[in-house]
């Protein structure tokens, strides 16, 4: 009777000099019936080795750890031993911001203590926010007051100068700038060297007036030499346009513009290159590239979906050594339904009316690295394709256009602008990495352009180690190029 070939476990088990008994029992080499199928990790292991390389959900706060970012931390450290320097980062949504802001936090922090982190929202102040840095440099809950009144003893004995001290919580409701500028002051000096204060999420400051507080503080905390360093972090396109066009704090405020697409290839190949490796694993030049291509540069996708790579790996049925095309598209599906509902509900949105045909109009404008694009040239280089790929009849470019123009209004949630006439662009570039996943999920691959043909051969050991695909090797690749 012929013998059935043995699986990957058992050849494992044979090359480990392990019986299936031993095997049964082993912690550190397990199957999907133990959830353990990576080599040498339980769970435990698994969960903690890959939590300190990919973070989707919450920001990284180790420099070892934040890729792509080393001008902007340079930039940041200039600023920080700066006198009366602060900082501005901004950007897109899920550019990297805050991971940037705390990673520099820490790094150049004192020893001692933590640094400061604060978040604006809809129900936030210029007082309130003001409240929560001053607490968390003195540690202490409240604002504090001192009122010091005459004692009985004294008013008896007749003394002008024997006072009783009574420390109160001090209202913040009408903190003026003076006031703030002063109590920031005296809790900073409490504290040796000088502390870092990260000012998160500032575009949800509700108010216009509550801005120009914070740019007037900026320029009495630098003109006072208070031993502070302000992080402030904000999506826009401009510093103008989170200040509301203050312009007094401009002078003492270095700005950390951060690019878009934030990543290049190389930045995300280096996150999912250092993850698999962590783990012992190695991962096919297909995925691998597809996530650089579908991520379209945003730190979260790639985190996400490295992180659902892995946790399939580590749940198969046999032992894994290997991140493969098949992980790869199971990951993509889990990958989905993780994405923040918002982002969802945006895409529902656009493509509810009739949702073939917006659909595959949407994925179209995903189609490139270009975040402005021309309506003929999505229709012919996109569109054309991509009809082709799912087998429907395309529409003529008339009613093409015409979809355009219904995504950019609110009954589809708006999620396209018009830049200038004829072009198009999402109203949110995080989205764009949405709308590349569910088209991959569905067996259509976007972002095609930079997709070598035939299919890419082996990684040598060093073009893995320096992030380079075979495609690119001899000649410079950067992003946006499309050479």
């Not at 049964?24 to 939590?51: H, K, P, V, W």
């Not at 030499?225 to 999506?235: A, L, Q, T």
């Not at 990495?433 to 991959?440: I, Q, S």
């Not at 070598?452 to 992030?467: I, Y």
Request: aromatic content about 8%; some cysteine.
């Amino acid at each position: 009777m012929r013998r059935s070939r043995p699986s990957s476990t058992e050849r494992l088990l044979v090359q480990q000099g392990l019986s299936s008994v031993e095997y049964q029992g082993s912690s550190t080499i397990g199957s999907g019936g133990d959830g353990m199928a990576i080599q040498g990790f339980t769970q435990e292991e698994f969960e903690r080795t890959l939590n300190e390389y990919v973070s989707p959900s919450s920001p990284i706060e180790s420099f070892e750890h934040l890729v792509g970012r080393q001008k902007q931390l340079e930039k940041i450290e200039e600023a920080i031993i700066s006198p009366g320097r602060h900082i501005f980062i901004y950007g897109d949504r899920g550019a990297g911001k805050t991971s940037l802001a705390r990673t520099a936090a820490y790094k150049h922090h004192p020893a001692h203590g933590e640094p400061v982190y604060t978040a604006c929202g809809r129900g936030t102040s210029f007082a309130s926010i003001v409240r929560d840095i001053v607490s968390q440099l003195d540690q202490r809950s409240e604002l504090r007051s001192i009122d010091r009144t005459l004692t009985a003893g004294g008013k008896a004995l007749g003394l002008e100068g024997s006072y009783s001290e009574l420390e109160k919580a001090k209202s913040v409701e009408n903190l003026d700038l003076n006031a703030a500028t002063a109590a920031v002051n005296e809790a900073a000096l409490r504290r040796q060297g000088r502390s870092i204060i990260v000012v998160d999420e500032f575009e949800n400051l509700p108010t216009i007036d509550d801005r120009h507080l914070f740019a007037e503080l900026i320029k009495q905390l630098s003109d006072r030499r208070v031993p502070v360093s302000m992080v402030f972090c904000g999506i826009g396109k401009s510093l103008d346009s989170l200040l509301q066009g203050h312009n007094s704090a401009h002078r003492y405020l270095e700005e950390i513009a951060l690019p878009a697409p934030p990543l290049t290839f190389t930045g995300c190949w280096e996150i999912v290159d250092s993850a698999s490796g962590a783990l012992g694993l190695k991962i096919e030049d297909t995925p691998r590239l597809r996530i650089a291509q579908i991520s379209d540069g945003f730190p979260h996708y790639v985190h996400l979906i490295c992180q659902k790579l892995c946790w399939r790996a580590f749940r198969d049925s046999e032992v894994v050594h290997e991140l493969t095309s098949e992980f790869y598209m199971d990951a993509i599906r889990d990958a989905l339904s993780s994405v923040e509902s918002r982002l969802r509900s945006a895409y529902d949105q656009a493509t509810k009316k009739d949702r073939d045909s917006y659909e595959e109009v949407l994925w179209a404008v995903a189609d490139h690295f270009e975040l402005q694009r021309n309506n003929r040239r999505i229709y012919d280089e996109s569109y054309m394709r991509i009809m082709e790929d799912v087998q429907r009849k395309p529409l003529d470019f008339t009613t093409f256009q015409s979809h355009l123009t219904s995504l950019r209004s609110s009954r589809h949630g708006a999620i396209l602008e018009m830049p200038r006439r004829g072009w198009v662009q999402f109203s949110e570039n995080l989205i764009r990495g949405y709308v590349r996943l569910v088209a991959e999920s569905k067996g259509v691959r976007l972002a095609l352009e930079h997709e070598p043909g035939p299919e890419p051969k082996a990684l040598t050991a060093a073009a893995r180690s320096q992030g380079v695909h075979p495609a690119y090797q001899g000649r410079r690749y950067t992003w946006g190029s499309g050479r």
